[in-house]
């Protein structure tokens, strides 16, 4: 499904990236972990593909075609899904505006039906309660006023609107409390299902005990430096990251 | 005829359209003829003043023009100004290249105690009010066009709302057909709003066909106590057009004038407004914004005077600049010694959307009085990068995240317009200039 061969990604003439393998079956969850400046945002953006992310070297594909070359919403339209880590405040812009467009863009380029303003709503009050949202959310502005947490709930009700293939989870986890952790956890796993693949990327082990992942990967100096089950996390947790950042630099 | 040189102006008939103005009494005639040896004098205000210091009018005074009388008036119908209506059934009053067209105008329903007339019929009282001074004075080399505009105007509209008349809404709908030879139109309105009436006056400039032509435009208006004015403005002349215009509105006790300003068309525009708030508990309420592109140069002014205490000035402008196109926004705020309890506020916004954009805002506060309320705030910043690239790993395509996001900045001034149909009218123009948007 996703296949990441040697990638070495530059920001501002510095390259973040060194190498970065990495391959996703499809269906499957897998949590990237590693500590700060270590590349996992890095990471989240060039396979969204963001301005200014430069791909040197290596690929990125995804269901066999090469994604680097895409623009991000040709990306999205091929399913494609970037939660963001700070999701934008965008004021004037409202919610349901802003979805509507964006999913009757996906559904166009799926050679779907658009969706008429009844359906968009049927749909979107469907997704809403089952992430326990207020619908008020829809009439405002994209993400202006919010709380971190019902940023980080937007972007999971976004997500189950545009109903990615892929979805890459930005540190999701990082500003939530106990009770809006489980509530995105909850989210994301009424998303999990065998023609969705989730990436989840995060510093910390805590969201992985309500999202079980398949697998964990180290990332540590711009590089995958180890792979393991579930119990990878929780040695992580315990040992923190010294000995593989230590590793990575020689 | 030529206006290249202060010399070359001898060339202007000072007359030109005195026959317009048919029963003109002596004392406007002297009037008129000083004011052209004024132009005659000074010319073309230079970038040397102040108060046009971010625009050159050098383009323009290079270019020669012919009076409005010369031009021909190809034939236009109803049919062809439909796209221009406020409303298909609004009141309306329309010109040609400068002309009054009483058969594309529509002023048969006209309210009792309202007239909407062209220049010639303007009486005594109307002619005294179009020809006085701008509401707030400036030094007088820089209003050189409006002493150019009083010798040679020929056409324009006279609204007069008599005691407690409302009229709701008019339009004034200047149109241009540019000919092969530039023409210049210089057009002179009036509103007068008398004690307690009420009004919604929307002003149109448009451009059927291409080519060179200068409207020269000045709107005096009045708003008597206790009067309410609701007053709009599209500036969507031809591309190649010259658009210079001086809006001088006095405003008497808890006299309220509301205005919205749309620029843009022509490649080298200038629109001034002067407010005074002459009397007591006056209120002013001015938004405005300037959508320009390719090499458009395009320049909003504005002097706020507050000259008695207890008066309320708003300035809400926004400019969204593509191409190598440039805005500028001046604001100026004057609160006279005796003006307590003045309340001002400004605020300028422009939006880059390119490397070669450009903008110039320079905000002016000129503080006499020491119980006031003023503010004033002016940002210049690009599209936002993150916001951009959000909605696209949305799905949203590059050109439709570019209008969503300019849409957001705009459309809070538009969506703030109170009259339905002139908020329809400017949304519409709005969408119309972005679906334009090809970059140039």
């Not at chain 1, 920001?11 to 393998?21: A, F, K």
């Not at chain 1, 301005?51 to 895409?70: F, V």
């Not at chain 1, 510093?203 to 999202?211: G, I, K, P, S, T």
């Amino acid at each position: 499904m996703l296949k990441i061969e040697d990638l070495h990604v530059e920001v501002d003439n510095r390259e973040i990236l060194h190498g970065l393998d990495l391959e996703i079956p499809k269906g499957e969850v897998h949590a990237v972990m590693g500590p700060n400046g270590s590349g996992k945002s890095t990471l989240a953006y060039a396979l969204a593909g963001r301005d200014g992310y430069a791909i040197t070297r290596g690929r990125i594909l995804y269901q066999g075609r090469d994604l680097t070359a895409m623009a991000p919403e040709e990306r999205a339209r091929e399913g494609v899904f970037l939660a963001f880590q700070y999701p934008v405040e965008i004021p004037g812009v409202v919610n349901a505006n802003f979805l509507k467009s964006a999913i009757n863009a996906v559904r166009r380029h799926r050679g779907e039906a658009e969706l008429d303003a009844i359906e968009f709503l049927k749909l979107a009050r469907q997704r809403l309660k089952l992430l326990n949202m207020d619908e008020a959310l829809l009439s405002r502005p994209i993400n202006v006023g919010f709380s971190g947490g019902e940023k980080k709930r937007n972007e999971i009700f976004q997500m189950s609107m545009l109903d990615p293939r892929l979805a890459v989870l930005d540190e999701t986890d990082s500003g939530l409390d106990i009770d809006a952790l489980k509530i995105v956890a909850e989210g994301v796993n009424s998303l999990r299902g065998p023609d969705r693949t989730i990436l989840l990327v995060t510093h910390y082990q805590r969201l992985l005990d309500y999202v079980v992942p398949d697998q964990v990967h180290v990332l540590a100096g711009g590089r995958i430096v180890k792979s393991g089950g579930k119990e990878l996390a929780l040695e992580l947790e315990a040992k923190g990251y010294a000995d593989f950042v230590k590793a990575a630099a020689a | 005829m030529n206006v290249n040189t202060p010399h070359k102006a001898s060339d202007f008939r000072p007359s030109a359209g005195r026959e317009h103005l048919g029963k003109s009494p002596a004392w406007l005639d002297g009037v008129r003829e000083a004011a052209m040896e004024r132009f005659r004098e000074d010319g073309f205000p230079s970038p040397k003043l102040e108060s046009w210091k971010f625009t050159n009018l050098s383009p323009l005074a290079r270019t020669t023009f012919r009076s409005a009388e010369a031009t021909k008036g190809r034939k236009i119908t109803r049919v062809d100004l439909e796209p221009y209506r406020l409303t298909p059934d609004c009141h309306l009053i329309v010109f040609v290249n400068g002309r009054f067209r009483p058969d594309l105008s529509a002023l048969d329903h006209v309210p009792d105690g309202t007239r909407v007339v062209d220049l010639v019929a303007a009486g005594e009282d109307d002619l005294q009010a179009l020809i006085a001074p701008p509401a707030v004075a400036v030094e007088p080399r820089a209003r050189t066009l409006f002493d150019l505009n009083t010798a040679c105007m020929g056409g324009g509209a006279v609204v007069h709302l008599g005691r407690g008349a409302i009229l709701d809404p008019v339009q004034l709908l200047f149109v241009a057909l540019p000919e092969a030879e530039p023409a210049a139109f210089h057009l002179r309105n009036l509103i007068r709003a008398e004690a307690g009436s009420s009004a919604t006056v929307l002003e149109s400039y448009v451009c059927l066909g291409e080519g060179t032509y200068w409207t020269n435009a000045v709107t005096q208006i009045d708003v008597a106590p206790n009067a309410v004015l609701r007053h709009y403005k599209l500036q969507a002349e031809g591309s190649a057009a010259f658009h210079v215009a001086e809006t001088s509105v006095r405003l008497d006790h808890q006299a309220a004038y509301r205005m919205f300003a749309a620029s843009l068309g022509s490649q080298l525009g200038r629109n001034e407004v002067d407010v005074d708030l002459a009397a007591t508990e006056a209120v002013a309420r001015l938004a405005g914004t300037t959508l320009a592109r390719g090499a458009q140069h395009l320049d909003t002014t504005v002097r706020i005077e507050h000259s008695m205490p207890r008066g309320t000035s708003g300035q809400e402008f926004k400019n969204v600049v593509d191409g190598r196109a440039h805005a500028v926004f001046q604001g100026r705020v004057r609160v006279a010694p005796d003006a307590q309890k003045s309340d001002a506020q400004q605020i300028s916004r422009s939006l880059l959307l390119s490397k070669t954009a450009a903008a110039d805002t320079k905000p002016e506060l000129e503080i006499l009085a020491d119980d006031v309320k003023c503010s004033h705030g002016a940002t210049i910043g690009d599209l936002d990068e993150e916001a951009f690239f959000y909605l696209r790993t949305r799905g949203v395509g590059e050109a439709e995240a570019r209008s969503v996001l300019i849409d957001a900045f705009i459309g809070e001034l538009i969506e703030h317009i109170t009259v339905d149909s002139a908020r329809t009218y400017f949304r519409r123009a709005f969408d119309h200039w972005l679906a334009d948007g090809g970059r140039p």
